[in-house]
C-alpha cells in the first residue's frame, strides 16, 4: 500500500473517534499540515530500513507544528528541508496555536533527536538509507488549560479504539518498510509495537526518550542513545561498536 495512503485513511479513521473529559482540544497534523507529513514520506521512506525508530504522539511544539515526527521547526525546515505550507486546525486551542513553519517554539524532543542524527550522520540521506522515523499515534490531545495529555493516559475505551486504528496504521507501514527491527522511542511505543506486532516476528527494542521530562535524557540524550544502539548491534559512523 501506497505509505500516503496508509496516513490519509489512518487520518480519516481517527477523525471519527471522539474523546471525553478531560480533554478537551484534539489536534489532527496530517489534517492541516498534511503537504509537510506527506513531503516527509515521499522523500524518506524506503523499503529495507535496518530500524524503524518509533515514538509515541507529537509534541506541541514540534510534529503538531510541522506534520513531522519529532519535527522541530528548525530541524525539520534546515536540515530535513521540509517547509510546506500548514493550515490552522478547524478548532484552535488559544494556549496551542498553529503557526506552523513560523513557529518560534523549539521541541526539545525533535532537537536533540534529528540534531544527534544530522551531528553523526550528516546528511538526511545517510540517515534514512538505514532508518525511518514514524509516530504511532499523530494525534495530540490538550486539556482545558492547554496541558498535553498523552494517549495511555485517555479512559480505557477511547484508548482501545485509539490503538486499534493506530495499530492497524503501523503494521501497514511495516509491511511496506519491511524494517529488520523496530526501535522504541520509549517504553509506551515499545509496549504498543511489541502488541501490535506480536506475529511478525520482528524484533522490538527501545531506546531513551530524548524528552527534558526524563532526567535521565537530560544528563546526555545522545551519548546514553548511541550506547544503546551500539549494544544492539546497531553501528553508527564514527562510533566503535567494541
Not at 478548532?91 to 496551542?96: G, M
Not at 479504539?161 to 526501535?183: G, N, S
Request: charged residues 25%; contains cysteine.
Amino acid at each position: 500500500m501506497d505509505p500516503a495512503r496508509i496516513q490519509r485513511n489512518l487520518s480519516q479513521r481517527l477523525s471519527a473517534l471522539t474523546f471525553g473529559p478531560p480533554v478537551a482540544q484534539v489536534y489532527n497534523p496530517l489534517v492541516y499540515a498534511k503537504r509537510s507529513a506527506e513531503l516527509y514520506l515521499k522523500r524518506y521512506l524506503k523499503p529495507g530500513a535496518e530500524a524503524l525508530w518509533l515514538g509515541m504522539n507529537p509534541g506541541p511544539w514540534g510534529m503538531a507544528q510541522t506534520g513531522v515526527p519529532f519535527g522541530e521547526v528548525g530541524m525539520a525546515r534546515d536540515w530535513l528541508g521540509l517547509e510546506a505550507p500548514v493550515d490552522k486546525p478547524e478548532h484552535e486551542h488559544p494556549k496551542r496555536p498553529i503557526q506552523g513553519y513560523d513557529c518560534p517554539r523549539s521541541e526539545v524532543s525533535g532537537r536533540r533527536l534529528w540534531g544527534w542524527a544530522r551531528d553523526r550522520f550528516e546528511t538526511p540521506e545517510r540517515f534514512f538509507d538505514r532508518f525511518f522515523v514514524w509516530n504511532y499515534c499523530p494525534l495530540v490531545f490538550m486539556e482545558e488549560g492547554g496541558k498535553n495529555r498523552t494517549p495511555d493516559k485517555l479512559a480505557a475505551e477511547e484508548r482501545e479504539a485509539l490503538f486499534a486504528e493506530c495499530d492497524r496504521a503501523l503494521q501497514q507501514l511495516v509491511d511496506v518498510v519491511q524494517p529488520r527491527c523496530i526501535l522504541g522511542v520509549g517504553r509506551f511505543a515499545q509496549d504498543r509495537a511489541a502488541r501490535a506486532l506480536a506475529g511478525y516476528g520482528l524484533p522490538v527494542h527501545t531506546i531513551l526518550h530524548p524528552s527534558p521530562a526524563s532526567p535521565i535524557a537530560n544528563r546526555g540524550w545522545a551519548a546514553q542513545a548511541e550506547k544503546q544502539l551500539t549494544a544492539l548491534g546497531i553501528e553508527l559512523p564514527g562510533v566503535s561498536s567494541k
